[in-house]
């Protein structure tokens, strides 16, 4: 799927009609005409719609974009983390930094809490956060107040793009 494409507004709206109450992305005219364009294609953990047109794969959650927007995005960040959820309400232009901050906790996290750890040899919980060029590191003998503090640093240095569940 490459950023770069021949492929114009007037192509997407000529091709699609788009529902943004359900996200849907409609084929117009052809064997498919009033079908959903895309197929959920899935990678390291996230799943997106994936359509082709002219034998090349696109997201389509960009072809959204276009067709609302009349450009293509840099970088698209899925709001509520459900790549699948393509409705314009949870869709944003956001740089390649903001996106990846917004990012559901790895399901190596053991304590429930995205950021906060237990160090099992000083018997604390300790919150790791990485930002804008810095490191916030605490610990903190009570897990709630661990979880809070690294809600508060994700927040004051990511924005809107803090996800902290």
């Known amino acids: 799927m490459?950023?770069?494409?021949?492929?114009?507004?007037?192509?997407?709206?000529?091709?699609?009609?788009?529902?943004?109450?359900?996200?849907?992305?409609?084929?117009?005219?052809?064997?498919?005409?009033?079908?959903?364009?895309?197929?959920?294609h899935s990678g390291k953990g996230k799943s997106y719609l994936r359509t082709t047109i002219n034998k090349r794969g696109y997201l389509v959650h960009r072809l959204i974009w276009l067709y609302v927007h009349g450009r293509w995005p840099d970088e698209i960040d899925h709001i509520d983390g459900d790549g699948l959820n393509n409705r314009l309400v949870n869709l944003r232009e956001c740089s390649r930094y903001g996106n990846c901050r917004n990012t559901k906790r790895s399901k190596k996290n053991s304590s429930g809490a995205k950021?906060?750890?237990?160090?099992?040899?000083?018997?604390?919980?300790?919150?790791?956060?990485?930002?804008?060029g810095r490191r916030y590191q605490g610990s903190f003998s009570d897990f709630e107040e661990a979880k809070r503090m690294a809600a508060d640093v994700a927040k004051k240095n990511f924005g809107e793009f803090a996800r902290i569940e």
């Open 115 to 132: 950021g906060v750890h237990w160090h099992e040899v000083n018997k604390v919980w300790v919150v790791q956060i990485r930002g804008n």
């Open 2 to 40: 490459n950023k770069i494409s021949d492929l114009t507004e007037s192509d997407v709206l000529r091709m699609f009609e788009y529902l943004p109450r359900s996200g849907e992305l409609l084929r117009r005219g052809g064997p498919h005409a009033g079908r959903s364009a895309g197929a959920v």
